[in-house]
């Protein structure tokens, strides 16, 4: 009940915080004001190297599962395309290849989804919700979900993202500068592994038996293969099969 109430909590103050209180709320915390401490000023000037605005920028965070790589994309506001600003090691990992469908698989979801949530007195440090289960899983799992998927520091992991302490910091005051900086939607999406002809490959020889299976990454690689051609989100609905429609 107590973890069910703080996560309560931050929902609120993450979607109803001005961006500027938001930010000030943040660094309230002592793991937060230790990440900007130790963290912001080299990342503002690694930001400065690619030409990107730190007081104007946009975060994207994409993440290989067989990869066992986070990767962080970056644009100034003015600019329309993501440029990749840099890539976390995923330090353990539950589960296997394929969605999240129920509680208890032990699985990291695969689809499209953003940041719901904000912790800065997680368990594993610092954490970062996914807005898992989204519409897809809803239709396509029904019922017992499973929820609370984190980006997190420590390096232990049941259906999570960890990446250790040292690297959830940057991540995570990142965030919170993308949101402070005005962007309400911090995406996050998640593959089995690169879907280019390679790793599609991979997929079918492995799991050619599960052709549910295979018509999902399919799906999912129209979303990657837009992003690897533009550089820019596309815009994402979900018909009444759980099929994503990407515009």
Partial sequence: M????????????YH???????????QKYERVKTAYNEKWENLKTDLAKQNINPLNFELFIRVFKKDK???????????KTFKLF??????????????KRKQGDNQVPEGYYSISAFNPVSNYYLSLQVSYPNQSDIIIGKNNLGGEIMIHGNCVTIGCIPLTDNYIKEVYILAVEAKSNGQENIPVYIYPTRLNESGIEFLKNNYSANIS??????????????????????????DKNGKYIFN
């Fill in 86 to 99: 840099k890539t976390y090691v995923i330090c353990s990992s539950s589960g296997e290849l394929g969605p």
């Fill in 69 to 79: 790589t986070v990767e962080l994309w970056i644009k100034s506001k003015e600019e």
């Fill in 2 to 13: 107590q973890k069910a109430i703080i996560i309560i909590i931050y929902l609120l103050l």
């Fill in 16 to 26: 109803v915080l001005p961006a500027q209180s938001f930010k000030t709320t943040q």
């Fill in 213 to 238: 299976l295979i018509s999902f990454w399919n799906n999912l690689k129209l979303g990657y293969d837009y992003f690897e051609l533009h550089k820019r989100i596309p815009e994402i609905s979900v």
